[in-house]
């Protein structure tokens, strides 16, 4: 059963730094490239980032370049999601889960309960 445990969300300031984890299980995460995806009340769903198997590409949404930046860690089955120079449209909750580059990192998995980053003063 495939599972994704995201954490490290929480309240933080404008400018303020967050690192989110994300934890999967039922599947080899190697195989896989990885993703963040994030949602809020008045927005959709949307691809944040992604990295490849072997870490070395990364896509990354316009919104967030030169601020956040994904790694991962397939021993622990891990992906991060670091977060800098956060701004109050950074409010959502985030997601993890798997997908391949050639379909446009479209999630393959259903989603896990994601972590709440809220960016307010």
């Known amino acids: 059963q495939v599972q994704f445990v995201e954490s490290g969300g929480g309240l933080v300031q404008p400018g303020g730094s967050l690192m989110l984890s994300c934890v999967a299980s039922?599947?080899?995460?190697?195989?896989?490239?990885m993703t963040w995806y994030r949602q809020s009340p008045t927005n959709p769903r949307e691809l944040v980032g992604a990295?490849?198997?072997?870490?070395?590409?990364?896509k990354l949404a316009n919104s967030v370049k030169g601020r956040f930046s994904i790694s991962r860690d397939d021993l622990k089955n891990t992906v991060y999601l670091q977060m800098n120079n956060l701004k109050s449209e950074d409010t959502a909750e985030y997601y993890c889960?798997?997908?391949?580059?050639?379909?446009?990192?479209?999630?393959?998995?259903?989603w896990g309960q994601g972590t709440q980053v809220t960016v307010s003063s």
């Open positions: 889960n798997a997908g391949r580059t050639y379909t446009n990192y479209v999630p393959l998995y259903p």
């Open positions: 039922g599947f080899t995460t190697s195989d896989y490239a």
């Open positions: 990295i490849t198997t072997t870490g070395g590409v990364t």
